[in-house]
């Protein structure tokens, strides 16, 4: 996502990352395998024994280098795993305070290999792995999130997990209060309601496409200045910087903002 390059953040080197090949790098040792276009038609890339798959491309991973390099985030919470290798790749470039990443599916023997190679590298109980969480339920990731991080404000969330309107709106409502005024939340994949698929997946049909929360985001932030200190978007990702406005992390519904008249639901007295 192209677009994250300017925001403005305090500068910090990030860890070197060599590329060695168009799809394949490495970051202290450790060697990962991005994202291919065949991924999609059935001709995926063939993910090493040893590597760490990131379900992201090339352009999408220097992004994130350069992001890293100059937000410097210290807390991060992830939503979405998959194949557990942008969970290794924030690890590897913030060596974070902590790091909480968190998917529906179980993730057991993956979540046993993210956290062994956190140890590695001297992350130890940095780095939380959590499967079987509902990126939807609100109530649980506030459990997580006052569990993980107390009272200390989150720097970074990524949200590259459902997709979906609803969950991923559910998640927004309770996790962007607690992001610390210049502080990022990153929504990718925005877009895959309007791109042309050929036969329509039954699974996604019936979905509010993703795009929807872009635009309540941005009627928000035009309604309540301060919420957000600048919203972009691109075409893999909408980056969504924190303002200083004070919000009210139990009471905050983005989509109530869509109007002038609900500005009690972000602060409520």
């Not at 860890?15 to 991005?34: E, M, V």
């Amino acid at each position: 996502m192209s677009s994250i390059s300017r925001f403005r953040v305090r500068p910090k080197p990030s860890r070197a990352l060599t590329w060695i090949s168009d799809d394949r790098f490495s970051i202290n040792g450790a060697t990962f395998q991005a994202l291919t276009e065949g991924f999609f038609t059935g001709n995926g890339p063939v993910v090493g024994e040893n590597d760490f798959f990131v379900c992201k491309f090339r352009s999408e991973i220097d992004d994130y280098v350069e992001l890293f390099g100059r937000l410097a985030p210290e807390r991060i919470f992830e939503l979405g795993v998959y194949g557990g290798g942008s969970t290794v790749l924030f690890a590897e470039l913030a060596r974070p305070r902590k790091l909480v990443s968190i998917d529906l599916d179980p993730l057991v023997q993956l979540r046993e290999r993210i956290e062994r190679h956190a140890s590695a590298i001297g992350l130890g109980r940095a780095v939380t792995v959590l499967g079987g969480v509902d990126q939807g339920d609100r109530k649980e990731l506030a459990r997580i999130a006052a569990e993980e991080f107390g009272e200390c404000a989150l720097d970074l969330v990524v949200d590259d997990c459902s997709h979906l309107y609803e969950p991923a709106r559910q998640s927004f409502n309770e996790l962007f209060p607690r992001l610390r005024a210049g502080g990022m939340y990153i929504i990718e994949d925005w877009r895959w309601g309007h791109i042309p698929r050929g036969e329509p997946d039954p699974e996604w049909v019936p979905e509010i496409p993703l795009s929807r929360l872009i635009v309540e985001i941005v009627l928000a932030s035009a309604t309540l200045p301060g919420l957000a200190e600048e919203v972009t978007v691109g075409p893999n990702g909408a980056c969504i910087t924190r303002g200083e406005a004070s919000l009210n992390s139990v009471a905050f519904d983005v989509s109530s903002l869509t109007r002038a008249d609900h500005l009690d639901a972000a602060n409520p007295p």
